[in-house]
């Protein structure tokens, strides 16, 4: 079964850090590039991060530039988010997803096939 | 504020077409990226619904078509049911913030 799980979310005080962890199944983990996005309650989806099937590529949303830190570890199957500095904004449901590409090459084209059910993160003092 | 614009309701009775639109700009949809829409139950993750634009992931039924054209693209629903009712996303790329975008979602009640 192709799937996604999160964890790792909870309740933090602003400025704590919080570890987010994405077990994958069902697929070759090592294939494909994995996205974080995330909804803040009672809003839309925020795209938050990307890291490409290697690792070696990492884009983030200016919103968690330099905060945020996106990893994998491909012998494992995990996907990690390290998020620091945390602020009232970043409380969300965390959701990991995988992205597919119909054939163009261009990772800039993908769509998120695959959701994980997602992590709720509560930033509070 | 959403780089890509999507109403935030739309409604329609029973056996009904609906259309959702997603206006975006020179530097996403304009730009030849390609648009991807997405259904949200409630309490529940996203789901993707239509793929580059117009294509439909297996076992999703074909009362759910998209079209894109210029600096925008559409989600069209027909036969509406109880069941549709959800969130709808469209989702892109953007070369100005170097990253992928949602629409604000799109609220569907079926009346």
């Known amino acids: 079964q192709v799937q996604l799980v999160e964890s790792g979310g909870g309740v933090v005080q602003p400025g704590r850090s919080l570890r987010l962890s994405c077990a994958a199944s069902g697929f070759t983990f090592s294939s494909a590039a994995i996205h974080w996005v995330r909804q803040a309650p009672g809003t839309g989806l925020e795209w938050v991060a990307v890291?490409?099937?290697?690792?070696?590529?990492?884009s983030y949303a200016d919103s968690v530039k330099g905060r945020f830190t996106i990893s994998r570890e491909n012998s494992k199957n995990t996907l990690f988010l390290q998020m620091n500095s945390l602020r009232g904004e970043d409380t969300a449901v965390y959701y990991c997803?995988?992205?597919?590409?119909?054939?163009?090459?261009?990772?800039?084209?993908?769509?998120?096939?695959?959701w994980g059910q997602g992590t709720m993160v509560s930033v509070s003092p | 504020q959403s780089v890509l614009t999507q109403p935030p309701s739309v409604s329609g009775a029973p056996g009904q077409r609906v259309t959702i639109s997603c206006t975006g700009g020179?530097?996403?949809?304009?730009?030849?990226?390609?648009v991807h829409w997405y259904q949200q139950l409630p309490g529940t993750a996203p789901k993707l619904l239509i793929y580059?634009?117009?294509n439909r992931p297996s076992g999703v039924p074909d009362r759910f078509s998209g079209s894109k054209s210029g600096t925008s693209a559409s989600l069209v629903i027909t036969g509406l049911q109880a069941e549709h009712e959800a969130d709808y996303y469209c989702q892109s790329f953007d070369s100005s913030l170097s990253g992928w975008v949602f629409g604000g979602g799109t609220k569907l009640t079926v009346l």
């Open positions: 890291i490409s099937y290697d690792g070696s590529i990492k």
């Open positions: 580059d634009n117009t």
């Open positions: 997803a995988r992205a597919v590409n119909s054939g163009s090459g261009d990772w800039h084209r993908d769509s998120f096939d695959i």
């Open positions: 020179s530097s996403n949809i304009g730009a030849g990226y390609d």
